[in-house]
């Protein structure tokens, strides 16, 4: 016999998961942006500021990618009620925190850039924690197979 869960999400599960996709989905965005170094992505920063995001090295600009793209994932398989989710948000996580780590610390992006770079290190790694947590009490509650 198989033992299926009937459990089925609450609305709020539907609206975090969708916030999920579309916070993710924006991080995606700013890494393409960053990658391709688009007009509009050049035009919101000085010199400085442009100089130290084309010095960051591979395995900064690798946690990057590995954070938004795991981020992004995650947030889907949230939606299509995937347990894989609570993995990629765990890996997103971790990617955060390197990635935090170059930017706080190896390149003190907080001189260069500003008060701004702390607040949204801080949001990023709160809602990182936050989607990690939640896709495990998912998980837990049978919300996800």
Do not use: C
């Not at 960053?34 to 010199?47: I, P």
């Not at 130290?52 to 939606?79: K, Q």
Request: hydrophobic share 60%; no cysteine.
């Amino acid at each position: 016999m198989t033992d299926f869960s009937n459990t089925k999400p609450p609305v709020w599960f539907w609206i975090v998961s969708v916030i999920a996709l579309i916070w993710n989905g924006m991080g995606v965005m700013q890494y393409l942006a960053q990658a391709y170094m688009t007009d509009d992505f050049k035009s919101q920063y000085t010199a400085e500021q442009l100089e130290m995001i084309n010095n960051t090295p591979a395995w900064a600009t690798a946690a990057f990618a590995i954070a938004v793209f795991s981020g992004l994932l995650g947030s889907l398989l949230l939606l299509l009620k995937k347990r894989f989710a609570t993995t990629l948000f765990l890996i997103s996580l971790l990617a955060i925190l390197v990635q935090l780590y170059h930017n706080l610390v190896v390149v003190d992006s907080i001189e260069i850039i500003g008060s701004i770079a702390a607040v949204m290190s801080g949001i990023i790694l709160v809602l990182g924690i936050v989607l990690f947590l939640f896709s495990k009490m998912a998980a837990r509650k049978g919300w996800l197979k």
